[in-house]
């Protein structure tokens, strides 16, 4: 342990490894860096790192963490904001917010499954669980009841609804129609909304009153 390490609280600590890794992998990509690369650059000494991180992949999970917290604030003070505009476009922009979210965030995922995979973790019903999920299906579900008639289909199968929703904007396949099809972030958005979404909210061309 490096004499730094006795001087930083256990958050500061942490904070300064993931600040580390960030940079690192900015600026190398994150096959190529190494764990002993991020405890040097953290200042810190491997036995720090990895009683803290034992791989790559709980660094990106933790950094994932972080980021998704910036990302549910976004979220929440866009509906605050927003909150006069309609139930049908404000889910296009929370469906615009996980696209640009997961764009930038392949190789971490990546890496985060080749892990996991490796060392026999299974995620499945962990993930419904999960704080993410959960956050976005509360979101998805309450535009969806909002200013919905209880007769509605919106409103009666919000729940399904909302967990579909969330299961269609999976990492792998946002990633598949980005990679493999050649779909842009506004592409991806665009047939999502018109797909799932705008069915729900427009009958005959118009937009039903909420």
């Known amino acids: 342990m490096s004499a730094s390490d006795h001087t930083r609280s256990k958050e500061e600590l942490s904070q300064a490894i993931l600040d580390a890794a960030s940079r690192l992998f900015l600026e190398q990509g994150i096959e190529t860096v190494s764990m002993h690369q991020i405890a040097k650059c953290a200042g810190i000494g491997q036995g720090t790192l990895y009683r803290r991180y034992s791989n790559k992949a709980d660094l990106c999970m933790a950094m994932m963490h972080d980021q998704f917290e910036k990302f549910s604030k976004d979220i929440g003070a866009y509906l605050q904001e927003h909150a006069a505009e309609s139930p049908c476009a404000k889910i296009r922009e929370v469906v615009a917010y996980i696209v640009r979210f997961l764009e930038n965030k392949w190789k971490w995922m990546g890496i ?98 909420t």
Do not use: W
Not at 133 to 147: C, D, M, N, Q, S
Not at 175 to 181: D, G, Q, S
């Open 112 to 209: 985060i499954q080749s892990q996991m995979i490796h060392e026999g973790v299974k995620t499945g019903e962990d993930f419904v669980q999960s704080p993410p999920y959960r956050f976005l299906h509360g979101v998805f579900a309450a535009l969806l009841k909002e200013g919905a008639d209880e007769s509605d289909p919106r409103y009666i199968h919000a729940d399904f609804i909302s967990h579909s929703y969330i299961s269609v904007l999976s990492p792998h396949t946002c990633k598949h129609l980005a990679f493999t099809k050649g779909y842009t972030s506004d592409r991806i958005v665009s047939e999502f909304v018109d797909s799932f979404v705008m069915p729900l909210f427009h009958k005959n061309g118009r937009e039903r009153s």
